[in-house]
Nanobody, 127 residues
Framework: QVQLVESGGGLVQAGGSLRLSCAAS????????VGWFRRAPGKEREFVAA????????SYADSVKGRFTISRDNAKITVYLQMNSLSPEDTAVYYC????????????????????WGQGTQVTVSS
């Protein structure tokens, strides 16, 4: 079992930055691939970014590529999402998710691939 807790959300002006954190329980978090997803009001949940268990492979949605960076610190059992140049279109509840990964190097963009989810953190970008 893995428990995930997101933090770092808040209210920021357009053009600003936030760093989200996804803290995991357990000692074997390095065996899990992690993804960030978001759900905006009235919209479906969408993929944002993903990282493999080793931290060497990443993937991004086209809408955030070049602005967001996903990283992980397995010693701190935390995954981060650095978000720069935020726009009102980035307003959403952001969720992190984890999937047991038996082989490193694979990232997962499909939300159905993930077994564990956090409770979400609200990000609001004002214009």
């Amino acid at each position: 079992q893995v428990q995930l807790v997101e933090s770092g959300g808040g209210l920021v002006q357009a053009g600003g930055s936030l760093r989200l954190s996804c803290a995991a329980s357990g000692r074997t978090f390095s065996n899990y691939a992690v993804g960030w997803f978001r759900r905006a009001p009235g919209k479906e949940r969408e993929f944002v970014a993903a990282i493999d268990s080793s931290g060497r492979s990443t993937s991004y949605a086209d809408s955030v590529k070049g602005r967001f960076t996903i990283s992980r610190d397995n010693a701190k059992i935390t995954v981060y999402l650095q978000m720069n140049s935020l726009s009102p279109e980035d307003t959403a509840v952001y969720y992190c998710a984890a999937k047991r990964a038996y082989v490193s190097g694979t990232v997962y963009q499909n939300s159905q691939s993930y077994d564990y989810w956090g409770q979400g953190t609200q990000v609001t970008v004002s214009s």
